[in-house]
């Protein structure tokens, strides 16, 4: 048993610490900044920034240009990315590009590779996952998939409608998950610059993270060729759970960031700020609060690298993902919502970044499979002994 | 012990609830909400509706044109009007206004009432109540107030900056609270039209329920005749008590309405909304929440009651308003976070209004005394047995 | 709306007081108490005392002998009486006789009542409910009764086993619930010296404060003449209901008086004790806790008052009492754990009489409908809208 | 960073798990466990049955006869032997033992050792530290203490009175810590066979898992020559230290075992026990209690690790330590207390092992530092930066 870093996994935590605190979170508070996230020239921006000190897509094969991070390196390097609402924007880290790179990386054909993965590696473009559907259609419970795809010669002819489609305003491309008519499920690939694919409006989410915001897709009949099917036809409930796994421990990795953000800026505050007599962290009752965000911060760093190491060692970690899914999107979100209480009115504002943090990651506790579908599937895990 | 309404109570509860539910809740979406809050526009459009079913403030007295309502009139009317955001303002039971025209009717000379109260109360002009103010001035903790009142012949000079003035933008006038030269404090009556009052910026809050918004205002060298002396020099911690123990519990008695809203849009989403075969309220996981909701929802309305029932027996409520106050502001909240869990995506987003009221309401733990200062009262209580 | 005592609540809380005060607490170290409750003995002595009072039965009509109590009235007198441990034991309000009484006045036949019902309002006799059963029989699931009563002749024989069942050792008479052949249920009266009745064993539990304990019944084809079918045939799970509405209520006013009593003794202390140059008391830490004590004892009473008087005007109170008794199972729990860590040392141990108290309640959050069942009933309603 | 155990580790693992199973969980319903705990000859069977299986004194150093266990060893070992109540003592690491054999290995001279050191070792006596004082003397504050240590020749004579002092009644010797004159502590060595010091009695405590209970043992002018000081005078406050940090960590390691077994109960019964036509695991609000209990587990194991790991390395892990009794004790907790809630009646009783767990192990959030305690250290190191 080993918790220390390897001296690699240090310098690559400090370079992107010092990153962050130095070019990323000045960036903060510019203008374009909007409430669907940071605009695609800030985006550009940051990831030039970023390139500069080739944290680029880190994740990605070192083939393909990243620098072939394990999961345990992706904790490690993700929560420093996460410590500013930019940093996982600068990195090319955030949903749903990180988790579709590894998708691709793991399905893709080669010229598949070539055409879209790439240049996402690189971070020219983006991508948007379409999976979510609104009522009655697919959300919590995938088999309630009502987007077809129906065969037409080579081609599938996909029509449907999606919601909450994290970045679709701006994507290059996209992945759609639609339902066969045996039941089951396929991925395509289709560019989004076609006329049967219309992003109808943008959500206004609590959230103003992503670059594109959470959009409302419509498929008119989209026509897809074989070539541009995502691994084979009806295996999509299997890849999503490829992509799932480990897209929502990086969502933890990425929120730890945030949580402890929101803790550090709680913390100086507490230690600056009097009343009653003496600093506000004095008082126990607001030194307990900051206590307890230490148990929090801790126990769902420990609950990633266990499960980091767990993909590592080639398990799926199914069980343990969902169990740091649950954890961490809780702990870190009790984090948050302490902090903004030691801040008082800073906290309840845009007076602090912790005020950002806590309106954007509200929805953790509910997209990845909201904390009620995962205890559920822990349940049934224990049922069977 | 009785816990019926009396027929007058229930006429004006179903009264005002159908006021709500037909012609305020169609105004929500409506485009003058701002994240200021809601437009100037809008509340005079909002106020003329109220009007017109003899609803607008209806806390004031009989003699000034409200309904004279006790206090447990109130607990019953307002959170009926807190169902929506807007519900408060079209009645003109919003703070500060609300509290404000409490504390003028306790403590205001006739020739004040005429010129400030009157036209409050009669919903022609808003008032803000300049008290909190940034580090290092006086935040939770009263005595550290910073912004001085100094005599100059008849006259009186404010200097300082306040912070969260709530509807500081577009208020007529302001109530200022300001130190003497001998540490007690005294509150001032101001007209905001004035060069020496300057609304430096609104503040980007969580909340966007306040008309106006909050704002940073400074007084440079305001002048003010010893006629506008609001009551008696130097007992201005005395008066901001007075205003502040019913203040604190009219703002559960709105916020009760709004976590009732919340609680009814999740219910309503689990009974229609499938997953996983049965309707989403059919899982335990999803059904037990609600219940939460409602035990949270029922506790608190008790608490409100009961400590409305105090004051109108004479009683400070000093003990039972910081109990109402804690307690309603977190079972309050819990109950909105729920909901926001059972509505998934539609929840951590403005699709439905639990968004909104989710943001409005996380202030609450924070305003007219955080949790940990009520906590904190109520344990010196219990110290002295 | 109202909130007060009237003249005659207030006598005879106070007078419950008294007693529970000056002749109860000092027995509650007396060696007669027994891991499975006091002694026959020590309850004799009890009632003889809270008969000098006038305080035996209360609950009882006027007419056997009681006073005629109001629910209302009852949440007043058994909070007083719940103070010690040994006070419903006083005043013969102690579940299951509490509840039988209340069975027995609305359901038995004179001549049942004239054999039953009298002395054990008189205290002269104990009763024994027996519902639940070991797995695979009924506990939380009344429809899984597997104790069986079959017609032979006019006479009943029944057969089956119960556990948990609260003061059998003891008892002079049962009444007992048991299936019949079409699957409805009944209810029966016998007394407990029949060869065919074996109490098997007494469960150590880890309350003591039932007199005779809970033990394991057996019946062994006991005969019961039609004259002792308590009710009618087939009518059991409505009686069930008949008792369990208002005995769970019981239940929470009778803790509501040890939830007080261990913050009370809980405050004692942390006024007295010092640790880190001040009383424990004025540590934020601790007062803190004490000051939720009294949020949860306010709301817990509140929540018994009001389904008390919703069932004094004759509502079934169904959805209020389960709400009451969830509330109030958990609430008050958490006093009684906040005061044990609050005492330290003296609270994990019989120093104080808090952790007799702690070992007591925790048995509350399961009986008469384990808080899943009750908030699954909730969400039932609920979804019923 | 590596989550594996090592082959050896593994071994002793699951020759650990073997031998509570197969021989020690037979005897948890033997009569010889008593109130006060395991009696000594119950004792005395269990260590020579571990030792049979060479796993007595563990963690003991290999020359003096034990494995040599790292913490990360022991953190393996005695979460296996805290499977059953009686592990602890079959393995001979239980308070106060355990961490006396630790301080006398780091601070005793040879011939302590050879004396008391060794015997203790091989599990041919017990010892007790006489460290926690009644009011008003030294509890969670250790300033507070008010046993003195007068010096007279080369002697010091000792006064005063400590209780909850575990295993004194049948203790061979206790380390009683005592105040100086100038205000320092030192730390002294006695066998308990004489006439000064006095068990004055037995403290009925909530648990009954440590053999001797809980004992009050005065000190009437108890002699003690130089030779018999335990380290240098005026270094008590350092030893307790010493002592204390690891020793609050195996409390975490044993009770970890202790809430796993709780966990495995209820999940089994869960599994087993039907109710309203499924399996009791197969409702949601059982089941999402099981999968929390899995989560509390699961991070409690990983803090105990990492802590214990700190601690390999040579971290003195004040902080670590800190936070991971504070953490432990509460996560175990909730698992133990919502183990007893899905067992219902079998759980608030003897009728499986989870209610003596539930009582064994409150205790747990009082001794070596109230979680309120370990917060305010937390607190203090936060606000250091």
Redesign the interface.
């Known amino acids: 048993?080993?918790?220390?870093?390897s001296p690699a996994q240090l310098e690559l935590q400090q370079r992107t610490r010092r990153f962050i605190a130095e070019e990323v979170i000045p960036l903060e508070r510019d203008e374009r900044n909007t409430r669907h996230g940071p605009s695609e020239g800030l985006r550009d921006e940051l990831i030039a920034m970023a390139r500069r000190h080739h944290l680029v897509t880190p994740h990605a094969s070192v083939e393909r240009g990243g620098l072939g991070l394990s999961h345990?390196d992706k904790a490690i390097v993700f929560e420093e990315a996460g410590y500013s609402p930019l940093g996982p924007v600068a990195l090319n880290i955030h949903a749903p590009d990180e988790g579709n790179v590894h998708l691709l990386e793991v399905v893709a054909t080669d010229a598949q590779k070539e055409r879209w993965l790439q240049p996402l590696i690189d971070g020219r473009l983006r991508s948007c996952f379409c999976m979510?559907e609104p009522?009655?259609g697919s959300?919590?419970?995938p088999s309630?998939l009502q987007t077809t795809a129906v065969p037409d010669g080579d081609d599938y002819i996909i029509t449907g409608r999606k919601?909450?489609i994290t970045g679709a305003t701006g994507a290059s491309f996209a992945i759609i998950m639609a339902r066969m008519e045996d039941g089951t499920a396929s991925m395509f690939l289709a560019d989004m610059d076609q006329p049967a694919i219309v992003v109808e409006r943008q959500?206004?989410?609590?959230?103003s993270c992503f670059t594109g915001g959470?959009g409302v897709v419509r498929f008119d009949g989209l026509r897809v060729p074989a070539s541009d099917v995502l691994g084979g036809i009806g295996e999509g409930f299997r890849y999503a759970q490829v992509r799932l796994a480990p897209a929502r421990l990086t969502h933890c990795m990425r929120w730890q960031g945030g949580a402890r953000r929101a803790h550090d800026v709680a913390?100086d505050y507490?230690?600056?700020?009097?009343?009653?007599g003496q600093?506000l962290?004095?008082?126990?009752?607001?030194?307990?609060m900051?206590?307890?965000n230490?148990?929090d911060l801790?126990?769902a760093r420990?609950?990633i690298?266990?499960c980091a190491?767990?993909l590592d060692?080639g398990g799926k970690g199914r069980h343990e993902s969902s169990?740091a899914k649950?954890?961490c999107s809780e702990a870190q979100w009790r984090t948050v919502d302490r902090s903004?209480?030691v801040l008082?009115?800073s906290?309840?504002?845009?007076?602090t970044i912790v005020?950002r943090i806590?309106?954007d990651m509200?929805?953790f506790?509910?997209?990845d499979g909201?904390?009620?579908v995962?205890?559920?599937s822990?349940?049934?895990r224990?049922?069977r002994?």
């Open positions: 048993m080993d918790f220390s870093l345990v979510t009522a009655p959300g919590s419970d309630m919601w909450f959500i206004d989410a609590l959230d959470h913390a507490a230690r600056q700020r009097h009343a009653f600093p962290i004095a008082h126990e009752g607001v030194g307990f900051l206590a307890d230490e148990m801790h126990s420990l609950a690298w266990h190491w767990v060692q169990l649950v954890f903004v209480q008082g009115a906290g309840v504002s845009d007076e005020g806590f309106r509200r929805a506790r509910v997209y909201p904390s009620e995962h205890r559920w822990m349940a049934k224990i049922a002994g």
